[in-house]
């Protein structure tokens, strides 16, 4: 099975794993609108909802240029956003 043929929750319990994964290198430095950022960019990922997660992303990239930063560096983030790519986004 590929990737693209996964079910919708194999898909969402990988987006979640790996924003936890995320999560535990930054945790400490994040505020709470940081975080909150994070979790809007974790439920969009996890919906597949391209639309939502590009307009997080602008977001966090004005208001948290660290942050964005940190996000594209991260291996599995950035795995992540290469295949949600290539469904769309």
């Not at 194999?10 to 794993?17: F, N, P, Q, T």
């Not at 996890?46 to 964005?68: I, K, S, T």
Request: net charge negative; proline share 2%; glycine share 6%.
């Amino acid at each position: 099975m590929t990737q693209g043929d996964r079910p919708a929750d194999e898909h969402a319990d990988r987006v979640h794993r790996t924003f936890d994964s995320f999560t535990e290198g930054v945790g400490d430095r994040l505020d709470d609108a940081a975080r909150s950022s994070v979790e809007r960019l974790r439920e969009a990922a996890a919906a597949r909802d391209a639309e939502r997660l590009r307009q997080h992303l602008e977001n966090v990239r004005e208001r948290h240029g660290w942050l964005y930063r940190e996000l594209a560096a991260h291996p599995d983030i950035a795995t992540l956003l290469d295949e949600l790519a290539l469904w769309g986004f």
